[in-house]
């Protein structure tokens, strides 16, 4: 069975920094791009940042400066390093994990955590 587990969320002052964390439980499966997304009350989910097993990044502009996305392939774990954080970077983060086996592709979502910044 796969799971995706998240940590890190929380309450943080504007300026502030937090690290999210998402281990793949992903027993003979590979593992392939990992990705975190955010969705915002009343707003729809989307893509903050995505990196592949190789270590390549790529940002969305409202996060590129501030956040980093880096991983650990021997823990199967992807990790969102947020810093200078912003109000409107409220929301509930979740992290994607596409995942191979047999020649066949799967996408895994995490439960989310949420992050809130107040002003």
């Known amino acids: 069975q796969v799971q995706l587990v998240e940590s890190g969320g929380g309450l943080v002052q504007a300026g502030g920094s937090l690290r999210l964390s998402c281990k793949a439980h992903a027993n003979s499966f590979s593992i392939n791009d990992m990705r975190w997304y955010r969705q915002a009350p009343g707003k729809q989910r989307e893509l903050v940042a995505t990196?592949?097993?190789?270590?390549?990044?790529k940002y969305v502009d409202f996060v590129k400066g501030r956040f980093t996305i880096s991983r650990d392939n021997a823990e199967n774990t992807v990790y969102l390093q947020m810093d200078s954080l912003k109000p409107e970077d409220t929301a509930v983060y979740y992290c994607?994990?596409?995942?191979?086996?047999?020649?066949?592709?799967?996408?895994?979502w995490g439960q989310g955590t949420q992050v809130t910044v107040s002003s």
């Open positions: 990196i592949s097993t190789g270590g390549g990044t």
């Open positions: 994607y994990a596409e995942l191979g086996r047999d020649g066949r592709l799967y996408a895994y």
